[in-house]
């Protein structure tokens, strides 16, 4: 009675952390504007970490922001805003990190920032200035295009627009692939006899035509054949 083998299965490869920040970019490649205010729109923290938060969980990622010490400066400032009025108030700055790591394999990634925040309060100038940084730091990482519009509708768009270019492609793929059979058929005398140079059949040539995924190679092996690079039996 013969041993049965057994199936070796061969590791599953582990992602880099910058892998696995390029995939986490994918959940928020393009928001929808939500919040508002001084006359501007923007994307809400909350709505970005909402979006990336269950993904961080799952790869087992942690961001930190962190305040490089001895960079935290306040200072007190009056001028006149825009109705007449003098105001006083109070800024902070501060000279900011963020660092992704990742708990598994504990590869880091560390980024200078900056934190800038001014209200009537050190404490509010301070928070404010946190989730300022916080939310520009994460827009700005993902290159997260906003928008005023549905970007589920946006992203149906992008996806409609990239299948035209693949059609597109195909089609000039297509076309050359057709001229080239023609020569060749010319040439060999005959269909079958192109066929046969290919290794393939009438039935096989045409599924090969049609699929986007085999016809650059199809183009590929009829343009050898043209240059003489295929033995070819008489």
Same mark, same amino acid.
């Given at each position: 009675?013969?041993?049965k083998?057994e199936? =070796?299965?061969?590791?599953?490869?582990?992602?880099?952390?910058?892998?696995?920040?390029?995939?986490?970019?994918?959940?928020?490649?393009?928001? !929808?504007?939500?919040?508002?205010?001084? +006359?501007?729109?923007?994307?809400?923290?909350?709505?970005?970490?909402?979006?990336?938060?269950?993904?961080?969980?799952?790869?087992k990622?942690?961001?930190?922001?962190? =305040?490089?010490?001895?960079?935290?400066?306040?200072?007190?400032?009056?001028?006149?805003?825009?109705?007449?009025?003098?105001?006083?108030?109070?800024?902070?700055?501060?000279?900011?990190?963020?660092?992704?790591?990742? =708990? !598994?394999? +504990?590869?880091?990634?560390?980024?200078?920032?900056?934190?800038? +925040?001014?209200q009537d309060?050190?404490?509010? &100038?301070?928070?404010?200035?946190?989730?300022?940084?916080?939310?520009?730091?994460?827009?700005?990482?993902?290159?997260?295009?906003?928008?005023?519009?549905?970007?589920?509708?946006?992203?149906?768009?992008?996806?409609?627009?990239?299948? &035209? !270019?693949?059609?597109?492609?195909?089609?000039?793929?297509?076309?050359? =692939?057709k001229?080239?059979? &023609?020569?060749?058929?010319?040439?060999?005398?005959? !269909?079958?006899?192109?066929?046969?140079?290919?290794?393939?059949?009438?039935?096989?040539?045409?599924?090969?035509?049609?699929?986007?995924?085999?016809?650059?190679?199809?183009?590929?092996?009829?343009?050898?054949?043209?240059?003489?690079?295929?033995?070819?039996?008489?």
């Open positions: 009675m013969s041993e083998k199936e =070796i299965k061969e590791p599953k490869k582990t992602k880099s952390l910058k892998e696995k920040l390029l995939d986490l970019k994918s959940k928020v490649a393009i928001m !929808k504007e939500d919040g508002n205010g001084y +006359g501007y729109t923007y994307v809400t923290e909350e709505s970005i970490l909402l979006q990336i938060n269950d993904e961080m969980t799952k790869n990622l942690k961001l930190t922001p962190s =305040i490089v010490p001895g960079t935290l400066h306040t200072e007190t400032i009056t001028y006149t805003n825009s109705k007449g009025k003098q105001v006083t108030d109070v800024l902070v700055t501060a000279e900011m990190k963020f660092t992704w790591e990742d =708990i !598994k394999s +504990g590869e880091k990634e560390t980024i200078d920032w900056l934190l800038v +925040g001014q309060d050190a404490s509010k &100038a301070f928070g404010g200035g946190l989730t300022y940084a916080n939310r520009y730091f994460l827009t700005k990482y993902f290159n997260i295009a906003t928008s005023k519009d549905d970007p589920d509708a946006i992203r149906s768009k992008m996806e409609a627009e990239e299948e &035209a !270019k693949v059609k597109r492609k195909l089609t000039a793929t297509q076309t050359k =692939i001229k080239l059979f &023609a020569m060749l058929v010319q040439i060999y005398q005959g !269909k079958n006899k192109v066929y046969e140079i290919l290794g393939t059949t009438k039935e096989q040539f045409m599924k090969d035509y049609e699929d986007e995924t085999k016809a650059d190679t199809l183009l590929e092996q009829l343009e050898l054949i043209k240059k003489g690079d295929v033995d070819v039996k008489s």
